[in-house]
């Protein structure tokens, strides 16, 4: 039985979830879920012991000194509730932290315990995977669920990964299995340019939430960060030549690759959250082990910038074909 001290009743709560490691390429997942915390001054009101779901190893904990005292902040994961304000008003629960080394099913039915107590209505779990995306595009988002009503309610596809899979997938199955709607929101990252941070991927991951649950995000300086990195980017990625030339290929097999659709749901979706923002409705309150790939697999973690991987290879690998399904492990 899991006893919540001074937590106020909840005004249809969402539960806002990202974990740090393999789930999170650039840290984008983790970061917009931290940035939702802190532009709506989120009140932390429990963490999971790190004891039953961290090996000290993997994800070691870190000494500091606060007035004269030496203290350690141990790995874990914690959540906040912070409170939307607006025409309709809307509480979220934020659950941020690390991929758990062990006890998954322990972790998400603690999890579960929590959003059961508080009445959550829906679980969206953020995600970010290396794939084959140019810097230059709009960050690629695909939203997936196991619930075929939620799927066609929301433009959503219903989930048909079959892989490897991190801890975001199998929080969305516990959900499933305990008859709470949930979401996966996964950006896709560059995998040449994959180290932290990635503003662009963090912007892209929040404006879809936004559409997705009703509420204007305050988004700060994350678009003039997002613009910043882009222009850093393309400011390396124009001093080395075979690097360039790749980018290229990938801006052509995505130019094409979407060529047929008119893409007037993305125009649409824009508009209405010019409409948000216009009117000021909804405003706020006063790891290790690599990363998910777009073919399921393990990225390295940190990988260089703009650099050769560890295989030596001195060029990524070619795109694939317009058209192709290279996306499909973002079901996860």
């Not at 539960?15 to 999170?24: H, L, P, R, S």
């Not at 979706?269 to 706020?284: A, M, P, Q, V």
């Amino acid at each position: 039985m899991i006893e919540l001290e001074g937590v106020p009743e909840l005004v249809d709560p969402v539960m806002v979830a990202a974990f740090e490691g393999w789930n999170d390429a650039g840290d984008a997942a983790s970061t917009a879920v931290a940035h939702l915390d802190r532009e709506w001054k989120g009140e932390v009101f429990a963490a999971l012991d790190a004891e039953d779901y961290y090996d000290f190893q993997v994800n070691r904990p870190t000494v500091f000194i606060e007035d004269g005292v030496r203290k350690v902040t141990w790995p874990t994961t914690r959540l906040s509730v912070v409170r939307v304000g607006g025409e309709k008003p809307r509480d979220l629960v934020l659950v941020r932290g690390i991929e758990p080394s062990m006890r998954w099913r322990s972790f998400c039915n603690e999890l579960l315990g929590f959003a059961h107590e508080l009445g959550v209505e829906m679980v969206v779990v953020l995600g970010a995977l290396l794939g084959d995306t140019p810097h230059t595009r709009p960050v690629p988002i695909s939203g997936t669920t196991s619930d075929a009503d939620l799927a066609r309610r929301m433009d959503l596809e219903e989930t048909k990964y079959e892989g490897p899979t991190g801890i975001v997938g199998i929080l969305q199955e516990a959900c499933t299995h305990a008859g709470v709607p949930a979401v996966s929101l996964w950006a896709a990252v560059p995998h040449y340019v994959s180290q932290p941070p990635n503003p662009k991927a963090t912007l892209a991951l929040l404006n879809r939430l936004e559409d997705l649950i009703g509420v204007r995000v305050p988004l700060g300086e994350l678009p003039e960060d997002a613009r910043a990195w882009q222009v850093g980017v393309d400011q390396l990625a124009a001093e080395d030549t075979e690097v360039a030339e790749y980018v290229q290929s990938l801006e052509e097999a995505r130019d094409t690759a979407e060529l047929p659709e008119a893409s007037g749901e993305a125009i649409a979706r824009e508009f209405e959250r010019y409409l948000r923002r216009r009117d000021g409705s909804g405003t706020g309150p006063g790891g290790p082990g690599g990363h998910a790939t777009a073919d399921g697999g393990d990225g390295p973690a940190g990988a260089p910038f703009l650099r050769e991987n560890p295989s030596g290879r001195t060029r990524p690998p070619k795109p694939p074909q317009a058209g192709g399904d290279d996306e499909e492990s973002s079901d996860d």
